[in-house]
């Protein structure tokens, strides 16, 4: 964190940007790579596709207009009795800039302008988690506000905040129990025996209330010549969630969700005169005694830009690449971009303990997103003029 402000600090100095935006973002995404990794929440491989649930300022800050839904479906080879008992994760998010500070017909203009002016943005995201034998449910949906600030022709800091409710469900008779053991049977356990005494007056639901905050800090410099690729774009942020820490226990105790504390950035670095660009991010997260590492980068191929003039041909691109979640997986990912659409797919080939039974089968994951304005439109502008 101590990390984060310092840089904010340094990058709103004149002539620092330019020479340190690179080697800081490359030591911060590297420097944690040798903690543990364990969680509370969920996590998504492809994080920049569920941006809500890494940062509530990231509502209409990046971007005018953006829609996403995400699925994941983790450790199914660990249940190979078919019992449908996997983990699986469900979300979908939306957000906006409150007003129309970019000037839609960009054909007419050459390009895409904003004013240049603070404003707002917001959004909503809802995801369900079911995970293991007991099918532990978590069902969430959140609303977030953010206010951006702009501080240069090139940069931007905003700020937000999330509210919203949290359920979480399970089944206790799909579990086993200490009270259950019984030798003299075949499995060791008889479901006959009344469950464990703890349990026995528990809760299969609770419903909650939920608070979260964060900020982000934003540079954009885009390409200054038609195909000439020299763009370069920075998000850094960082982000507490679940601030009030909620009563989230099915049974008689006092048991708190953890505060989780998201450190994160992502990149978009232009090789000139080419039609590849590099796209790194890491994201940092700890949650209590839970840590999370988490970093790599996409190589991305422009295979054609939209038309300049007529608007007919459409922009299209293909990533890939990989990330590392430590001593947990390795993450293989690809992306493909049409017009304002795009389709994301990765694979967890998981590297942790869990392997002996997993046999490196970790989590597919599968987005589908949508973006206003397309990405691929030549644009001279940045924030500002």
């Known amino acids: 964190m101590h990390n984060f402000v310092f840089f904010v600090y340094f990058a709103l100095q004149p002539g620092i940007m330019k020479k340190s935006i690179l080697a800081y973002f490359l030591t911060v995404s590297f420097f944690f790579l040798s903690a543990t990794i364990n969680s509370q929440d969920i996590h998504f491989s492809q994080f920049t596709q569920s941006p809500l649930t890494v940062n509530p300022a990231l509502a209409g800050t990046t971007v005018w207009i953006r829609a ?19 983990f699986t994760t469900l979300g979908a998010s939306f957000d906006v800039k409150s007003k129309k500070r970019w000037i839609k017909d960009a054909r007419k203009t050459e390009q895409y302008r904003q004013s240049g002016d603070n404003g707002f943005g917001w959004g909503v995201n809802i995801y369900n988690d079911r995970a293991g034998d007991g099918h532990i449910g978590t069902l969430s949906a959140n609303g977030s506000l953010a ?32 009270s259950q053991y019984d030798p003299g049977s075949s499995t060791g356990y008889n479901t006959s025996l009344p469950a464990d005494k703890a349990v026995a007056g528990g809760d299969n639901s609770i419903l909650f209330g939920d608070l979260s905050s964060g900020i982000i800090y934003t540079y954009k410099k885009n390409e200054r010549y038609m195909r000439g690729n020299d763009q370069m774009d920075l998000t850094l942020g960082a982000a507490l969630f679940h601030v009030a820490r909620p009563r989230y226990s099915f049974v008689d105790s006092e048991e708190r969700l953890y505060r989780r504390l998201v450190i994160h950035g992502t990149s978009t670095i232009g090789i000139k005169n080419t039609s590849i660009a590099l796209v790194p991010g890491f994201m940092i997260q700890q949650q209590g005694p839970n840590q999370e590492i988490y970093a790599g980068s996409m190589v991305r191929y422009m295979l054609k830009e939209d ?74 502008a940045s924030f500002g003029k």
């Open 68 to 86: 996403g839904i995400i699925a994941r479906d983790q450790w199914r080879a660990v249940h190979s009795d078919n019992s449908n008992n996997t």
């Open 307 to 380: 038309s300049k003039y007529t608007g007919y041909i459409k922009g299209a691109s293909v990533s890939a690449g990989g990330y590392y979640r430590n001593r947990d997986a390795f993450v293989i990912a690809a992306l493909f971009e049409f017009s304002s659409y795009g389709i994301g797919a990765s694979y967890d080939i998981n590297v942790s303990g869990l392997k002996r039974v997993s046999t490196g089968r970790g989590g597919f994951e599968l987005t589908l997103r949508f973006l206003n304005p397309a990405p691929f439109l030549f644009s001279q």
């Open 147 to 178: 206010y951006q600030i702009m501080t240069g022709a090139k940069s931007m800091l905003a700020l937000g905040m999330q509210a919203g409710m949290m359920q979480r469900s399970i089944n206790f008779s799909k579990l086993y129990w200490g």
